[in-house]
């Protein structure tokens, strides 16, 4: 059974950083594309970076340069690293895993079998 937890949300004022985490069970995530999304209210949710075993990472325009995806594959836990958080940066922040994912849909929500309940991060101006 997978299962994808999130922690490390909270509220934060603009400028600060934030590091999400995504504990895995049920998956061997050295082998699984994972991906984080977010959604805001009112919004769909979007992709922010993936990780695909063989190829790398992939960054959103918006997050290259602020967020960091990365992994620790003793731990089966995928991270985000948020740097200089602005407000438009407030949503709900999942995490997802699948077996096998095509380069070009690695940030599309349909790519993604497997998600996480999700963390709030707030940015205040």
């Known amino acids: 059974q997978v299962q994808l937890v999130e922690s490390g949300g909270g509220s934060v004022q603009a400028g600060g950083s934030l590091r999400l985490s995504c504990e895995a069970s049920g998956v061997t995530i050295s082998t699984y594309c994972m991906a984080w999304f977010r959604q805001a209210p009112g919004k769909g949710r979007e992709g922010i970076a993936s990780?695909?075993?063989?190829?790398?990472?992939t960054y959103t325009e918006f997050a290259a340069g602020r967020f960091t995806i990365s992994t620790d594959i003793p731990q089966n836990t995928l991270y985000l690293q948020m740097n200089d958080l602005r407000p438009e940066d407030t949503a709900m922040y999942y995490c997802a895993a699948a077996f096998g994912c095509r380069l070009s849909l690695q940030l599309q929500t349909q790519s993604y079998p497997y998600w996480g309940q999700g963390t709030q991060v707030t940015v205040s101006s």
């Open positions: 990780v695909h075993p063989t190829f790398g990472t």
